[in-house]
């Protein structure tokens, strides 16, 4: 098993930023790639970002793209979503997730996080 700690939300006026890390533990040798999802009120979870294990290979939504970037620190088991000029609509709850492939955590990943809250007011 592998356990996903998020941190880093909270409140935040648009236009400023937020830095979201995900801890992870456990069997972390058996998840290499990494990412986030969000899931605004009233509205589905949504793909936000992932990472491969080295770092080398990055996808994001076309919401966030030049907005957020995502990084990992393997010695750390550690996470990070930098997010910056954040916009009012990317007020929802974050969640780390991982799988064994980017294309299994895009589809639907195994291990997740409990989610931390970012609200953005305009």
């Known amino acids: 098993q592998v356990q996903l700690v998020e941190s880093g939300g909270g409140l935040v006026q648009a236009g400023g930023s937020l830095r979201l890390s995900c801890a992870a533990s456990?069997?972390?040798?058996?998840?290499?790639?990494m990412g986030w999802f969000r899931q605004a009120p009233g509205k589905e979870r949504e793909f936000v970002a992932a990472?491969?294990?080295?770092?080398?290979?990055?996808n994001y939504a076309d919401s966030v793209k030049g907005r957020f970037t995502i990084s990992r620190d393997n010695a750390r088991n550690t996470m990070y979503l930098q997010m910056n000029t954040l916009k009012p609509e990317d007020t929802a709850v974050y969640y780390c997730a991982a799988a064994q492939t980017i294309a299994e955590l895009v589809i639907g990943p195994p291990y997740w996080g409990k989610g931390t809250l970012v609200t953005v007011s305009s």
């Open positions: 456990g069997r972390t040798s058996s998840v290499y790639a």
């Open positions: 990472i491969s294990w080295t770092g080398g290979r990055t």
